[in-house]
């Protein structure tokens, strides 16, 4: 293995899984990851382990679900006593470095109670040094849009919104930025400027080696996006949305989709607009819709920027590059839009991985994959061994075209919907806070979700793929209800914290696994 294998992590927030071109999307264009694909491993079946952000990077990021690092809802803290990807990097020799977001709030133990970093969850996980920051703020970017010529855009109430006033819901209007201007862009040319640093290291050091991660915001709301990607995509392109987009019908279905929608605002997607998503027809919902693959297709072209600076500078063929999303987007499914609950469309992520020296390339792989797979995986790539506390798996044996004989026969994730600050869930479904969750066992037929303290839920995947039926109390399902119960609980006991349950301490000293 060559001294300077390099690592670039790659996040474009919001992405759903289905959203590529070479995921065969019969609309989705994005050829700079598709070329990506065609170098490295197409993983199609891979989940977040939970919504929304900061529980998703959690999961992403200690390789640990949810009940296990326990960061529940975006504010939930990260215990200071779980491992990361950044700090297990640091002690193999790398300076993870990030241009982004990670959206960790810190162990508030031991701090001040005034210490300003107790006032945002949009920390910096232990481990990596910043070198681009963008919160939701976003006051990095807006400043170097000033000196791009936009007068008083740091003082600007919103750049996204359009002169003309709020696009409610997207109709082509195009934000107060041009497409060189966007986020994306500007984190590109960020990373390309610190990329050259990096060559320059190269120059003096041929050990030299780097860990970067690029955590794109995009195509995270607000739906607005620059020419020519606002009208790239038509909403009489966009496909038929599960359930017909049908929020009435959703909303009967189940308690916790009935408060779903009232707790989704039209402002969490178009700042400035007025009244609840509700109130959006199914027409409508295709205009947003048209928008997001505009945002996809603008995001790809920068990330075909920054491959071609991969190129340029040297590092291609010596780094290992992965390109995944936080978590997915219902865009319109069901009527919904954003992440939460527990369809698919919320957890469904891409995952693509390129490596050095990879004999199997252009794969596509069907089995299960989590995001808690990526710490081991990339732990693998650095010829580190992974912890065997982990509740991910390497997926390494799938880029020598190999499948584990135990690999798992199911996705599973979580989602917690408590709220802690103005606890609206508890008092709306008459839960307390540890009641306000869900696990789901996802597998190839069938999907068993089970709440804490609401009614569970079963669908017939093969019968019914859009989960629009659900069987939990047909006769013909109880042996199959019964199963999935049974193998969900199975999976609660393997995975509860294996910290130092894989340690014991004997006459010889301490012998772990």
């Known amino acids: 293995m060559p001294a300077n294998r390099n690592f670039l992590l790659i ?37 977040a382990g939970a919504t929304p952000c900061s529980p998703a990077r959690a999961c992403m990021y200690t390789g640990l679900y949810q009940m296990n690092n ?13 491992d990361t990807l950044a700090l297990a990097f640091r002690r193999l020799g790398y300076d993870p470095t990030l241009f982004g977001y990670t959206d960790q709030g810190p162990d508030p133990r031991g701090l001040p109670a005034l210490d300003p970093v107790l006032t945002t969850y949009e920390g910096l996980l232990p481990g990596f040094n910043w070198r681009v920051s963008l919160p939701d703020h976003q006051r990095p970017w807006l400043s170097w849009l000033e000196q791009q010529g936009y ?70 709301p607000p739906f607005t996006v620059p020419e020519p990607y606002n009208t790239m995509f038509s909403p009489s392109m966009v496909p038929a949305f599960a359930g017909g987009g049908d929020w009435q019908k959703t909303a009967a279905s189940h308690p916790y989709l009935k408060y779903a929608f009232s707790a989704l605002p039209k402002a969490q997607f178009i700042p400035g607009a007025q009244g609840m998503i509700s109130d959006w027809n199914v027409d409508e919902l295709r205009n947003i819709a048209a928008c997001y693959y505009g945002m996809i297709a603008e995001v790809d072209a920068q990330l075909g920027r920054l491959f071609d600076g991969l190129r340029r500078r040297g590092f291609w063929d010596n780094t290992v590059v992965v390109f995944t999303s936080d978590h997915g987007e219902m865009l319109g499914d069901h009527g919904l839009l954003g992440k939460q609950g527990f369809y698919d469309q919320s957890y469904h992520v891409p995952l693509i991985i390129k490596a050095p020296d990879q004999p199997h390339r252009g794969a596509v792989v069907e089995k299960f994959t989590e995001s808690v797979d990526l710490m081991p995986t990339l732990l693998d790539l650095a010829n580190a061994r992974p912890p065997a506390h982990l509740d991910g798996h390497s997926v390494v044996p799938f880029l020598h075209g190999d499948t584990p004989l135990d690999w798992r026969p199911a996705a599973h994730w979580e989602f917690d919907f408590r709220n802690i600050d103005t606890r609206f869930a508890e008092q709306s479904l008459d839960l307390s806070s540890s009641q306000c969750n869900l696990c789901v066992h996802r597998a190839d037929s069938y999907k068993y979700v089970h709440f804490s303290g609401l009614p569970n839920l079963l669908f017939d995947l093969s019968a019914d793929p859009t989960e629009c039926n659900n069987v939990i109390d047909h006769p013909d399902y109880q042996s199959i209800r019964v199963a999935c119960a049974e193998a969900t609980l199975s999976w609660r006991a393997v995975h509860l914290d294996q910290s130092l349950s894989y340690s014991t301490i004997t006459d010889r000293g301490v012998v772990s696994i």
């Open 11 to 47: 996040t474009a927030d919001q992405w759903r899984g289905d959203c590529l071109s070479a995921a065969n999307h019969p609309v989705v264009k994005t050829p700079h990851l598709d070329s990506l694909a065609a170098e490295g491993v197409l993983f199609n079946r891979h989940y």
């Open 70 to 82: 326990r960061v529940c809802v975006n504010g939930s803290p990260l215990d200071k006593r779980h």
């Open 151 to 220: 007068e008083d855009a740091l003082a600007n109430n919103c750049m996204h919104t359009p002169v003309g006033g709020v696009d409610d819901p997207p109709q082509s209007a195009v934000p107060q930025y041009r497409a060189e201007h966007t986020e994306t862009a500007f984190m590109v040319g960020e990373f390309d400027r610190w990329l050259a640093e990096q060559e320059h290291a190269m120059a003096f050091d041929d050990d030299h080696q780097w860990f970067a991660h690029v955590s794109l915001l995009r195509p995270h």
